[in-house]
């Protein structure tokens, strides 16, 4: 089969990642043109949330086909429906898709054929896998899984390891890290009302680690997806953590995880709980200090993380791929336990 002249690729290309490229790399190496068509920001947003804007995503593509010297041969354009002007174009002679989409490009081809123009080629690209052999996926991105590169944010023999903080980043993990929220200290709900009031309804979850912060949000029968607790505020003791209605959580779990060490146990633990779609409380054993830590290396892109700085107020960080990105930073410099 010769070379094509101009290639067809749709979809919505959220979180331009190594699959994508690897599509869109294979169609240049059988065509001279290739036209990408992005889904609109009202179709995606009716898929996910969270899917980037159409402008970003076409930032995206355009800034990788400069770096790879494929600007010249790269266009892209705004995909209103599903099929775009695939079954009625003139000047495309091919189409790019996966398995998934192999069955639309058929569909394609048959209008086309219907309508007295010849079927495109097409161009079937496999998958890429990532670090755990699963596929590449935007949806598996968005869900935290992992990073563009398809690497883990936290591969399984990490997962079973028990990881101390080194004293060099006791300054850095006393700084907030995200928005604080300031109120009294003996009413934190005032805290806490502000920063629920800048959340979005698109947050797949409202994460809470502290006793204060848990107890604030019970109070304000704001029940959080995830709480943690371990009975301390300010590494004492808290008197009111005993008071917690515990009632209004669906599901209750335990784990060890002692000052300034995050375990297996707090790992496991953390990752059960986001994963059973039931209002959770951990109770650990030790201190929840570090859990934001592996919260946001787990926990769905989205996700509104909440904790009291002690004497200021409430912090909430959203998870994103930077928050991700940083919380990989500091984990690398913790030691492994034996």
Known sequence: MGRNSLCLLGGTFDRFHVGHEHLLTTCLEQ????QVWLISDEIAQRKNPLVLSWETRNDEISAWAEDAGFSERISLHLLKDKVGPAPTSKEADAIGCTLETLPTCEVINSRRQHGGLSPLNIIQVDHV????????SSSRIRAGEIGRDGSRWLGDAEMNTDQRM????????????????EGPESNPSVAMRKALATIGDESPKLIAVGDVCVHALVDMNEIPDLAFVDGMTKREDWAPAADLDRTVFTSLSTCISPPGVITADLKQATKAALSNGEPTLVVVNGEEDLAPLIVHLLAPLGCAVVYGQP?????LRITTEETKENCRRLLDVFTREV
């Open 31 to 34: 065509s001279d043109q290739v």
């Open 129 to 136: 896998s990532g670090s755990d052999g699963k596929i590449v």
């Open 166 to 181: 080194p004293a060099m980043l006791d300054d850095e993990l006393k700084q907030p890290y995200g928005t604080l929220y």
């Open 311 to 315: 004497g200021k107020g409430v912090v």
